[in-house]
């Protein structure tokens, strides 16, 4: 897989792996991984609505949940929406729970536990399965972040009473998000229906296209530009429904859709070993290129993590951004705002990390030449970020 630089010498790195034309053809290899490999298995449009029908399923609306302090934002919106009240504990400054703010928080109205693995890393999982057995609750594991990724051998999603995924964030696809129920306990659960075509042709399109530049340069580049915006038109025209993904907000009005049967289709036919092999060699070069200009959050990548990006600590994320985008490179902002149902004087490391943390892209589409310019870039921009005269303007 080869990425090419464009004509103006600028790469192109998008944040998300792309579509390569021959998945839309492959034939399906058997999931080892959950939540492709369980049968209790229940997909949607979104995690969110598996984080919302959790909610419903296990009967904690009108409960407490208890959350962490260093959150998306969309998944206490889901929790919130369903009718469930979050209370939060203390996430430390490198995305470590603290189990006994966790233990000393939990109360009587208490009804459930919440652990969010952080782009792949595992939490401490064990501990709070122990603890929510100890109070007799349920232990919601939160894999939106962490498809693929396991904790030595044991993947990520298996150990809570209901383990949920993102699909879309780690694997080429239009939509999908998973909700995986552990254990002897059955739910029935609707089999939600499956997205307007429309929008699954959309995304898949923006996809493909993604990839016709990742390979063709500026070629590729003037192709995208131009089918994007006779794409813009058509979609107007037509008033086509796209239902985008990867928003900051959970929407009622979606609460219901499921996952299209493309992506379903794109997710078995992937190679799920080679994607998490690809992007632990990435993050090991990152590491490698970095450690000595920005001190890593993590020194390590753990047998089994799959690192969904390489998280780079920053003093000025707007200035870096900028400076990243400008050389081609898909930077994002690591989750800025705390829900506004949490106070973010009460955790200040969380707001630190809200202040400081830039994904930078390690996905499986990036070859290691690419990943040594990405290096580059990075490095460049972190000296730019340091020099007196820069910094004044
Ligand atoms: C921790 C966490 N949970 C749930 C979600 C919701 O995922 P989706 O966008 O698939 O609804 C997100 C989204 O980023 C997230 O970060």
Redesign the pocket.
């Known amino acids: 897989m080869e990425a090419v630089k464009t004509s103006d010498n600028k790469l192109f790195v998008p944040s998300l792996p792309t579509l390569w034309p021959g998945m839309l053809l492959s034939n399906a290899r058997p999931g080892a991984l959950p939540p492709f490999s369980s049968p209790s298995a229940r997909y949607f449009y979104?995690?969110?609505?598996a984080?919302w029908l959790t909610m419903k399923m296990l009967r904690l609306d009108g409960g407490e949940v208890l959350m962490p302090s260093y959150?998306?934002g969309?998944?206490v919106e889901?929790v919130v929406d369903a009718g469930a009240t979050p209370r939060f504990y203390r996430v430390g400054a490198r995305w470590d729970v603290d189990l006994a703010d966790v233990a000393k928080r939990i109360g009587p109205k208490t009804k459930a536990l919440y652990l969010?693995h952080?782009a792949g890393f595992p939490g401490p999982v064990d501990a709070m399965r122990k603890l929510a057995d100890e109070h007799g609750i349920p232990l919601i594991e939160?894999c939106?972040?962490s498809l693929l990724s396991s904790d030595g051998a044991t993947p990520l999603g298996t150990t809570g009473d209901v383990g949920?995924f993102?699909?879309?964030?780690t694997l080429p696809v239009p939509n999908?998000?998973a909700l995986v129920v552990n254990g002897p306990r059955q739910y029935s659960l609707p089999e939600p229906p499956a997205p307007p075509l429309a929008s699954t042709f959309s995304h898949t399109v923006s996809a493909l296209l993604q990839n016709l530049e990742l390979r063709g340069g500026a070629v590729g580049r003037g192709l995208r530009g131009l089918v994007r915006s006779v794409g813009h038109g058509t979609v107007k025209a037509a008033s086509i429904q796209r239902v985008a993904?990867?928003?900051q907000h959970f929407d009622r009005r979606h609460v219901d859709l499921g996952m299209s049967p493309l992506t379903k289709r794109i997710a078995l036919a992937q190679d799920l070993e080679a994607i998490v092999e690809a992007r632990r060699r990435n993050y090991f070069f990152l590491l490698g290129r970095l450690r000595d200009v920005s001190p890593p959050l993590f020194n390590q990548l753990p047998p089994g993590v799959c690192p969904l990006f390489y998280p780079m600590v920053v003093q000025d994320k707007e200035a870096l951004l900028a400076r990243l985008r400008d050389r081609g490179i898909d930077a994002i902002d690591f989750?800025k705002r705390f829900h506004p149902a949490c106070d973010p004087s009460e955790f200040p490391e969380v707001a630190q990390l809200r202040r400081t943390i830039l994904e930078i892209p390690c996905h499986q589409d990036l070859s290691p030449e690419v990943m040594a310019e990405v290096a580059e870039a990075v490095r460049d921009a972190l000296k730019a970020e340091r020099r007196p005269s820069q910094r004044t303007g």
């Open positions: 979104f995690a969110r609505n984080v959150h998306h969309v998944e889901a969010i952080y939160d939106a972040l949920i993102c699909l879309y964030k999908g998000g993904t990867g928003t989750w």
